[in-house]
């Protein structure tokens, strides 16, 4: 575990877990809370980290180092940057640390030393997780197959639940806390060859199922966002081409969604700003920010005609849902 700003040296701060959170005409107001963030420096969870931040939350950011200096380094540096935003939204310093997820001593040593340091976890939530490309069962080396399952599995299933084990560590003791995973779409469906993915997601949703079982007498939440398809730069060239055109992989993801758009970051900021609400009853739970794709079955044909006549034809088909201006 590494602490990003050496220089920073926060004093303990005397805030009240369980703070009573203001929802009105100005949005929510999470001061008073602590949340600690793991894999911070992600698109998704940059967009949630900088609207915690604006709703008055005290933030502890976390992102792995990495497998080599020059990894560590960027990451630090994304750390670092994402702080200072947070710092000229709220006017607060947050606490910056490189953790890896997937390493039992190193997040239990990270969530003794944040606790050390802001004496309460109000809400852990976990992003820190990775992809793979579509397993070829038939031409990929099946060697390379089982190592990239391994290090997939290690980092979202194993990293969720240390995650959880750690943060349950220093929530139990106080009778309150809430941990939140990064689920998947893929929690519960088959997303095309990606094997260890799929698997590591539902492993996740088995975390999120039994850990709050057991943590629930203690007044520990454990729950789960599942976000759809989101258009990032690292995806961006598997969903679109070089004329701007869906790809067949967007089409068959499209297809099945009822609103027939992919999500977005701010979208999926919302939602888990909505669970950062205290919410005495909701524990077990997966909450499914997909735009409707783990519900799709037959909906809107028009949609998935226009859908594969192209673009233009679904842009022109939305148009005349969007009512009035």
Wanted: glycine share 10%; aromatic share 6%; hydrophobic share 40%.
């Amino acid at each position: 575990m590494i602490t990003v700003d050496a220089n920073h040296t926060a004093e303990p701060e005397n805030r009240r877990s369980g703070a009573s959170v203001h929802v009105g005409p100005g949005g929510i107001d999470l001061s008073g809370f602590h949340i600690v963030v793991h894999g911070a420096a992600g698109t998704l969870a940059g967009h949630f980290v900088r609207a915690a931040a604006a709703a008055g939350a005290a933030l502890s950011l976390v992102d792995t180092p990495g497998a080599s200096s020059d990894t560590e380094d960027r990451n630090r540096s994304n750390l670092q940057s994402l702080g200072d935003a947070c710092r000229g939204i709220s006017g607060e310093d947050p606490l910056l640390f490189l953790s890896d997820i997937s390493d039992a001593t190193d997040t239990v040593t990270l969530f003794e030393h944040i606790r050390a340091a802001r004496e309460t976890v109000d809400i852990a939530v976990n992003f820190a997780g990775v992809h793979h490309a579509p397993f070829d069962l038939l031409a990929d080396d099946i060697q390379e197959l089982a190592a990239t399952f391994r290090t997939v599995t290690e980092i979202n299933l194993v990293g969720a639940f240390l995650f959880t084990t750690a943060a349950a560590r220093v929530m139990i003791p106080r009778r309150t806390g809430h941990i939140i995973h990064l689920c998947s779409n893929g929690s519960r469906a088959a997303l095309y060859g990606s094997y260890a993915y799929n698997a590591s997601k539902h492993g996740v949703e088995g975390v999120v199922r039994t850990a709050a079982a057991q943590l629930a007498p203690v007044g520990v939440r454990v729950n789960g966002i599942a976000p759809g398809t989101v258009v990032t730069n690292l995806n961006r060239h598997m969903l679109f081409d070089e004329a701007g055109e869906l790809r067949s992989r967007a089409k068959s993801i499209l297809s099945h969604t009822p609103t027939k758009r992919f999500a977005t970051p701010e979208g999926i900021a919302e939602s888990l700003l909505a669970m950062c609400v205290p919410q005495r009853h909701l524990t077990g739970n997966v909450v499914f920010a997909d735009d409707g794709y783990s519900i799709e079955g037959h909906t809107w044909p028009a949609g998935n005609e226009a859908l594969y006549t192209g673009t233009d034809a679904l842009a022109a088909l939305l148009d005349q849902t969007d009512g009035p201006a």
